[in-house]
């Protein structure tokens, strides 16, 4: 059996990875309806998201995938060590 620190990373970086890719589909639909000119990429980003009520799934999307990266990378730190099972503060 994995460790809980593999599963709850996996975990974290498919769901962070899904929601990202939703809410890309959704700028992807909104986007062509905007009436403006895209002149700041990132100010437009900001409006489209505000737009479709999705900026702080995206916020959370990018944390999530951060998070599971994160704790991807400390289970491997700890497998190659032998002490997966272990916790790192003692």
């Known amino acids: 059996m994995k460790s809980p620190l593999f599963l709850?990373?996996?975990t974290f970086l498919?769901?962070?990875s899904m929601l990202l890719g939703l809410i890309h589909y959704w700028l992807a639909k909104y986007i062509?309806?905007?009436q403006e000119q895209w002149i700041s990429t990132l100010k437009n980003l900001s409006l489209a998201?505000?737009?479709i009520?999705?900026?702080i799934p995206y916020f959370l999307s990018l944390f999530l995938i951060v998070v599971g990266i994160c704790m991807l990378?400390?289970?491997v730190i700890f497998s190659l060590r032998g002490t997966s099972n272990?916790?790192?503060i003692r």
Do not use: H, Q, R
Request: glycine share 14%.
């Open 73 to 75: 990378f400390l289970y």
């Open 86 to 88: 272990k916790t790192p």
């Open 14 to 16: 498919f769901i962070g």
């Open 32 to 34: 062509p309806t905007m």
């Open 49 to 51: 998201l505000n737009d």
């Open 8 to 10: 709850v990373g996996f």
């Open 53 to 55: 009520g999705a900026t």
